[in-house]
Each structure stands twice: as structure tokens, then as C-alpha cells.
């Protein structure tokens, strides 16, 4: 199946501090990314859809000066935190799709456990 | 926004029996997926089964879908002790995915 790899795995940040979260699809064209945050023992909560060269999506009660993303090439999406705080720290997991494909299927990257202190 | 609901929360069992989940939902959807997430990991796509569908196996894993009752189930035979993760429903309509709260299902050796 087709990899979608995500950096950093985990980060640990100082409150206030911006983080840069990549998301790589490795083998296959992205024409869409999604970005989901998942809170210890709960499910993944659907942040943003990003399609490549227009602006993100974002789901209600996500704040888009908050959590910025680019998506400028098929192959890589970024999520940039800005001005983390504590409550900020969770779990970022990306998913790629390729819409040209005709495939439904999204491919998740592994995730990313950010801690803000 | 959360959709699937599903139970129960969590499950545990023996090694070699069989375990069952449900997930329901309350909008019309193109498909319904199963992932399955291993402690602090990733997704691993499990099956996708299309609303056309009643029914669909893989391997060990058997889906059932019926699109009047808004709901699926997702049946593991024979379980291993590397069963053991958590199980996520999720439905999707126009290529947006709307996970469920997922059922944490131990595998006793």
C-alpha cells in the first residue's frame, strides 16, 4: 500500500513556541491531506482537508490562525502550531488521498506526539 | 464531526476466541472503514466496505453492513495476544472521514 510518513515523531516544546509538523506522501501523488488530532484514549477528530495549492478547510471550532497549513506540493503537507500552549499537546496524525485515483481509501502517516510544557 | 458510535467501549477476551464490534452511525455514507491502532500508533486500514455492500471478509476479519439499520460489525476470529489494539469504525461521506470512539479490545494469551 502506499506510505505516508510524518515528521517529527514526537516533539517536545516551551509554551509559546511554534511547531512545524511534516506530512509525506512517499510513493504517490496527494491530491488531498487531511489532518486529525487524537487525545489520549479518545478518537481522531478531523482538524482540516487540505487540497494541494488552495487553502485548507477547516472543521468548526478549529481555529485556522492557530493550526496553519500548507499544502503547496502533491507530495508534502505542513501543520505549523502556532504559539503552543499546554492544551495544544496531543497526538497529529495526517492522511493523504489521492483523488484521481478513484480509490476512497486515505493513507495515515504514523503520527506525531507533541507535549507542550 | 464525531458519526460512528461504537460498542462496546471495550472488550476482552481469550486468545482463539472470536470478538465482535458494532458501530453505528446516523448520516448516508459512500463506504465504512475499519482501522485498527496499536497503543500511541498510527492507523492501519483494516477494510473498506461500500454502501453497496452487505458483507466482506478479510482473512480473519468479517464486516457486515446494513445500510437500514445505519450500522456495522466487525468480527476477528481466532484472536491472537497481536490483536490487541484499539478499533475504529469510520464513515465516509465525500472522501471526509468521521471516526467513532473506537473499541479497545485486549487479547488475553
Known amino acids: 500500500g502506499a506510505v505516508v510518513s510524518q515528521h517529527p515523531s514526537w516533539v517536545i516544546c516551551k509554551s509559546g513556541t511554534s511547531v512545524k509538523i511534516e506530512c509525506r506522501s512517499l510513493?504517490?501523488?496527494?491530491?488531498?491531506m487531511f489532518w486529525y488530532r487524537q487525545f489520549p484514549k479518545q478518537s481522531l477528530m478531523l482538524m482540516a482537508t487540505s487540497n494541494e495549492g488552495s487553502k485548507a478547510t477547516y472543521e468548526q471550532g478549529v481555529e485556522k490562525d492557530k493550526f496553519l497549513i500548507n499544502h503547496a506540493s502533491l507530495t508534502l503537507s505542513t501543520l505549523t502550531v502556532t504559539s503552543a500552549h499546554p492544551e495544544d499537546s496531543s497526538f497529529y496524525i495526517c492522511s493523504a488521498h489521492d483523488r484521481t485515483s478513484g480509490n476512497n481509501e486515505q493513507f495515515f502517516g504514523p503520527g506525531t506526539r507533541l507535549t507542550v510544557l | 464531526s464525531q458519526q460512528g458510535e461504537e460498542d462496546p467501549q471495550a472488550l476482552s477476551i481469550q486468545e482463539g476466541e472470536n470478538a465482535t464490534m458494532n458501530c453505528s452511525y446516523k448520516t448516508s455514507i459512500n463506504n465504512l472503514q475499519w482501522y485498527r491502532q496499536n497503543s500511541g500508533r498510527g492507523l492501519v486500514h483494516l477494510i473498506l466496505i461500500r454502501s453497496n455492500e452487505r458483507e466482506k471478509h478479510s482473512g480473519r476479519l468479517r464486516v457486515t453492513l446494513d445500510t437500514s439499520k445505519k450500522s456495522s460489525s466487525l468480527l476477528i476470529t481466532a484472536s491472537r495476544a497481536a490483536d490487541t489494539a484499539s478499533y475504529f469504525c469510520a464513515t465516509d461521506a465525500d472522501y471526509k472521514l468521521s471516526f467513532g470512539a473506537g473499541t479497545t479490545v485486549t487479547v488475553r494469551a
Open positions: 510513493d504517490f501523488q496527494a491530491t488531498t
